[in-house]
C-alpha cells in the first residue's frame, strides 16, 4: 500500500531554514510527481509546488519562489522540502502529496514546523 | 493566484442535502476539467473525496457528486451524516504546473 512517511516536528528561529523529509513506499517513486502543500492552524490549504517524477524538474508558488526548494533522493525514494527565511507565519503544517492526473492522492500525516524566537 | 472562494461555512440537518460552491475565473476553475474535492478532519490530511469534477475515488459514499458550470464547481453531499462534519476544500489545476486551493469550508451536521 502507498505509504508517505514525514519527518518529525521541527521548532526554529526567525530567519533559519528548515529541511522537511518524506518517505515513500508501495509505489514506483520516479511513476508520479509529487507536492508539498502546508496549512497554518485553523486555516486553509496551500499549495507550495510541485516536482516532476521522471526528471526532477520542479515548479514553485510564486509565495514562495524566493525561500522553497523541493528536492528528492530517488534511491532512498525520499522528498525533502527545505524553507529558507523563515518567518513566525511559516509555522504550519507541512504535507507531502502524491499526484495522479493532476490531482493528489495520497497525503502525508503532515510536519508540524514551529518558528519562534 | 489568488485563491478560489469558497463559503466559510455551511450547516445541514441529517438526511438533509448540501452545496458547497467553489468560485474561480476563466483561468483556473473555468479552464480545465480538473478540479477535485478534499475533505478534512480536525488533526488529520485531508483526503481525496471527488476528482475531474465529478468523479469518485474507490470506496468514497455515493452521497458525494460534484460538477462544474463556469468559473464554478460545486459539491453536494446528499443525505446528510454525522460523519460528514468536516472541512471541505476546492483545488483546482490552473496550468504550468500550478494548483490552487479554495479557502475551505466548515461544515456542520446540526
Known amino acids: 500500500q502507498v505509504q508517505l512517511v514525514q519527518s518529525g516536528a521541527e521548532m526554529k528561529r526567525p530567519g533559519a531554514s528548515v529541511k522537511v523529509s518524506c518517505k515513500a513506499s508501495g509505489y514506483i517513486f520516479t511513476d508520479y510527481a509529487m507536492h508539498w502543500v502546508r496549512q497554518a492552524p485553523g486555516q486553509g490549504l496551500e499549495w507550495m509546488g510541485w516536482?516532476?517524477?521522471?526528471?526532477?524538474?520542479?515548479k514553485y508558488s510564486q509565495n514562495f519562489q524566493d525561500r522553497v526548494s523541493i528536492t528528492r533522493d530517488t534511491s532512498a525514494r525520499t522528498l525533502f522540502l527545505e524553507l529558507s527565511s523563515l518567518r513566525y507565519e511559516d509555522t504550519t503544517v507541512y504535507y507531502c502529496v502524491r499526484e495522479y492526473n493532476k490531482y493528489f492522492d495520497y497525503w502525508g500525516r503532515g510536519t508540524l514546523v514551529t518558528v519562534s524566537s | 493566484q489568488s485563491a478560489l472562494t469558497q463559503p466559510a461555512s455551511v450547516s445541514g440537518s441529517p438526511g438533509q442535502s448540501i452545496t458547497i460552491s467553489c468560485t474561480g475565473t476563466?483561468?483556473?476553475?473555468?479552464?480545465?476539467?480538473?478540479v477535485s474535492w478534499y475533505q478534512q478532519y480536525p488533526g488529520k490530511a485531508p483526503k481525496l473525496i471527488i476528482y475531474?469534477?465529478?468523479k469518485r475515488p474507490s470506496g468514497v459514499s455515493n452521497s458525494f457528486s460534484a460538477s462544474k458550470s463556469g468559473n464554478t464547481a460545486s459539491l453536494t453531499i446528499s443525505g446528510l451524516q454525522p460523519e460528514d462534519e468536516a472541512d471541505y476544500y476546492c483545488c483546482a489545476y490552473v496550468g504550468t504546473n500550478t494548483w490552487v486551493f479554495g479557502g475551505g469550508t466548515k461544515l456542520t451536521v446540526l
Open positions: 516536482i516532476n517524477g521522471g526528471n526532477g524538474n520542479t
Open positions: 475531474e469534477v465529478n
Open positions: 476563466s483561468s483556473d476553475v473555468g479552464s480545465y476539467n480538473l
